[in-house]
């Protein structure tokens, strides 16, 4: 390595040994997260699936972006251990060696090979937020993305190979094979000529932002599939238990609208998890201002409509079963129900020919036959009892019910509406007694005058066909002579 000269001061020899230290614990970090990373169990997922979608463009992107960090990791562990060598050389390091020693540690002298940024490939592949939030730390920084490998990816991603053939005495996994061209952290790289040339520290830095670029995505995509394929699953285990229901109840595609729903329902769960599986990513909602790797939550919207929908059908389906179990004491209410209809209006028809005969010039109006409709629909919902038909018979009954609670209230104001002449007339009779009975408490019953009035609205309201308008004036002209009589004895 030529060197062009200390950056600064030249480093003493405690500064040196601190650097040197300090570089070694962070190339140890950087292994133990690197190693984390590739043998994490999203990462072999995503490796192994069938990718399509928003995840099959990041995960490109992040595996160009994994060859790099380890040919950073490679170059990092070359040029750190040529800075050891030449610490190494003396115990007590010459200023030649001190100035060297600041270059190695302190200047650009470290050049990488390929493009400063695989991100620039494809720009919109990656989380900009998540740069630099995610620095590689000790081994645990990544156990915490760690998780199982999901059986919703395919049994056969969780066993691919990850562990190549790596550097000799490097201690890491290498990981390239022809497969996936990314290079072994063992593997020795000759930096072109054209390679961007870093400082170690910032070395280290593009080695975080890089990482932290690939966490997003393996931990985003782990979550995704963590959280939705099992509960995709428990909701399609439902619908087969609610599916099994309908079918025995007769709800069926074609014939009733909950079976089209479950129908739907099937699809659109089918086609949810296919789409989870091959596209994790198109399911992931970053959290906003978040700039840590795997910051946000899985989109479940999709799922919990169709969740809601599988709810609505089943509480249907419900009040289906419901039915079967009360129908009989429905229909016997229903029978009661028409019956008491029926013999109301038969009153009613009873009532009219008694007021056409005792009451004259009277408007009575028509009573109505009996229901005969609702008869004929009664006997149609025996019949779906007996047939167990139930999807049909559930909404019957309930429009039976109403329109026969509806039958009898007509009814009932038939007969007020026919009887309301007699009420009349009744009322009139006792208006006449209750004063007859008042003149008599005065001893003032045998006037002549109240007598013949008494006499003369009696004969109407007594005689058939009662004239009920003449009967009321001959009533009110009794009152007024009561009063007129009371008030000349001074008893008003």
Not at 64 to 79: G, N, P, S
Not at 180 to 206: C, H, K, Q, Y
Not at 381 to 408: F, G, I, K, T, V
């Amino acid at each position: 390595m030529a060197v062009t000269g200390p950056p600064g001061p030249v480093m003493d020899q405690d500064e040196v040994d601190r650097a040197l230290a300090r570089l070694g614990a962070e190339h140890k970090a950087v292994e133990d997260s690197l190693l984390a990373l590739q043998d994490h169990a999203g990462r072999r997922l995503l490796e192994g699936a069938e990718l399509t979608g928003t995840t099959a463009e990041r995960w490109a992107t992040t595996e160009r972006t994994i060859a790099l960090l380890w040919t950073y990791f490679d170059v990092y562990t070359d040029a750190l251990r040529a800075a050891r060598e030449v610490r190494a050389r003396h115990r007590w390091p010459g200023p030649g060696e001190l100035a060297e020693l600041t270059e190695r540690l302190r200047g650009e002298s470290v050049a990488v090979p390929g493009p400063a940024d695989p991100g620039a490939v494809d720009p919109g592949a990656v989380d900009p937020g998540a740069a630099g939030a995610g620095a590689v730390g000790a081994g645990a920084a990544l156990e915490g993305g760690a998780v199982g490998v999901r059986a919703a990816a395919g049994a056969g991603a969780a066993e691919s190979d990850v562990a190549g053939s790596g550097g000799a005495g490097s201690g890491v996994p290498g990981n390239g094979g022809a497969g996936n061209g990314v290079a072994g952290p063992g593997a020795p790289v000759e930096p072109p000529p054209s390679g961007e040339r870093f400082t170690l520290d910032r070395l280290v830095a593009r080695i975080n932002e890089l990482y932290a670029r690939s966490l997003d995505v393996v931990v985003s995509a782990d979550a995704v599939w963590s959280a939705l394929p099992a509960r995709i699953d428990l909701l399609a285990a439902e619908l087969h238990r609610t599916r099994s229901l309908a079918r025995s109840v007769g709800v069926r595609p074609g014939e009733h609208p909950a079976g089209d729903d479950l129908e739907a329902i099937t699809r659109e769960l089918a086609a949810l998890r296919a789409q989870v599986v091959s596209d994790p990513l198109a399911f992931w909602r970053p959290a906003p201002r978040s700039s840590a790797p795997g910051g946000g939550r899985p989109d479940t919207d999709r799922y919990d409509r169709a969740a809601r929908a599988l709810e609505d059908v089943r509480r249907e389906i419900e009040a289906v079963l419901q039915v079967r179990q009360d129908s009989e004491s429905r229909l016997l209410r229903l029978r009661d129900l028409l019956s008491r209809a029926d013999r109301t209006l038969a009153e009613a028809r009873t009532a009219r020919t008694e007021v056409l005969a005792k009451i004259a010039a009277s408007e009575v109006p028509a009573v109505s036959g009996p229901p005969t409709a609702l008869h004929e629909r009664l006997a149609a919902a025996a019949e779906y009892r007996r047939h167990a038909q139930w999807h049909r018979l559930s909404p019957l009954l309930d429009a039976l019910e109403q329109e026969a609670e509806e039958e009898l209230l007509r009814a009932r104001e038939s007969l007020t509406a026919v009887t309301a002449p007699l009420a009349v007339r009744a009322e009139l009779r006792g208006r006449l007694d209750a004063y007859r009975a008042r003149m008599a408490r005065y001893g003032l019953a045998d006037d002549p005058v109240l007598a013949e009035r008494y006499d003369a609205a009696r004969r109407l309201l007594w005689s058939a066909p009662c004239d009920l308008r003449a009967a009321e004036q001959a009533v009110l002209r009794y009152q007024r002579a009561a009063g007129e009589v009371l008030t000349a004895g001074g008893q008003g």
